[in-house]
């Protein structure tokens, strides 16, 4: 029972206030954790406190995949020398259309301002490119 009010309370505390994504910037200061939530696919999207690690937290509190999207994808520093995840959002429109099939994305910045989509179900990360 704690675990379901835990993750129930992280719900709340996490809701995006506006559907505006977070707009990064290399030189604004980081502002630490972020996290989702996605109540289509009842998951929240956690990017650990050290701004490398992304986890997937299903509303009963289990871990369904831990990723470091930005080391996985092979990316290259960018403005910053180790760039840490600035916003987790939903994907707007133009972000899908490669997306191939009906799978559930969330769209991922680093500080550096490189961004793109995460796959909800297996946590691999699709770079879209660098502002």
């Known amino acids: 029972m704690f675990r379901i009010l835990g993750v129930s309370f992280l ?15 290399a030189t ?3 502002r630490g954790p972020v996290a989702y939530v996605d109540k289509k696919a009842h998951l929240v999207v956690y990017a650990e406190s050290d701004g490398k690690h992304l986890s997937a937290i299903d509303f009963e509190g289990r ?12 990316l290259k520093p960018y403005r910053v020398a180790e760039p840490r995840i600035a916003g987790i959002y939903a994907p707007l429109p133009w972000m899908l259309e490669g997306a191939k ?3 559930a994305f969330v769209a991922l ?5 490189q961004f793109g989509l995460v796959d909800l179900k297996s946590g691999k990360f699709f770079s879209l490119g660098q502002d």
């Open 63 to 74: 871990v369904l995949w831990t990723r470091s999207p930005f080391a996985d994808a092979h």
């Open 109 to 113: 910045e680093f500080e550096s301002t």
């Open 28 to 30: 604004v200061p980081y």
């Open 11 to 25: 719900c709340a505390l996490t809701t995006p206030v506006s559907a505006e994504p977070y707009v990064a910037h």
């Open 101 to 103: 099939g009906k799978d």
